[in-house]
């Protein structure tokens, strides 16, 4: 299968997360593939969500960045302990921040910006504490 990121890229993506996380109690996760084969993306973005475990955080608040490259879709979901305390629209402005960079095909960059963005919105709502655990993976995973 064609890489998705470089290996460059990849270290991009984790030290944004890395960042990110400093800002925030919350978790980042980032879940990559060529396709969607769901009808809908969300719904291949929560099965994923269920699937990495992202639901197993203290205060429910992971977050997953989904990206289908060839498909050219793309979700940004929270889990229900973000959900519960933010308006319906709270993943636009992340969302938004990336679309530029993903006409383009530069992924890492998209994902950095996201990444970043989600890091500002969650500090708010769910700031960085000092005895703060890592409760999921900083990592990127890999689909189809």
């Given at each position: 299968?064609?890489?998705i990121l470089s290996i460059g890229d990849e270290a991009r993506v984790l030290a944004a997360i890395h960042s990110?996380?400093?800002?925030?109690?919350g978790e980042v996760?980032?879940?990559l593939e060529?396709?969607?084969?769901?009808?809908?993306?969300?719904?291949r973005a929560a099965w994923l969500f269920k699937e990495l475990g992202m639901e197993k955080t203290e205060q429910r608040n992971g977050v997953l960045i989904y990206l289908a490259t060839k498909s050219k879709r793309f979700a940004i979901i929270g889990d229900c302990g973000i959900n519960n305390v933010v308006p319906d629209n709270f993943w636009d402005s992340a969302c938004d921040a990336m679309i530029p960079f993903?006409?383009?095909g530069e992924?890492?960059?998209?994902?950095?910006?996201g990444i970043t963005q989600v890091g500002e919105l969650l500090?708010?709502?769910f700031p960085?504490?000092?005895d703060d655990v890592n409760e999921l993976p900083d990592s990127i995973s890999y689909g189809n």
């Open positions: 299968m064609r890489r990110a996380e400093l800002q925030t109690s996760r980032v879940h060529h396709k969607c084969e769901e009808e809908e993306v969300l719904d993903l006409r383009k992924y890492a960059n998209a994902l950095e910006v500090k708010e709502k960085y504490q000092t």
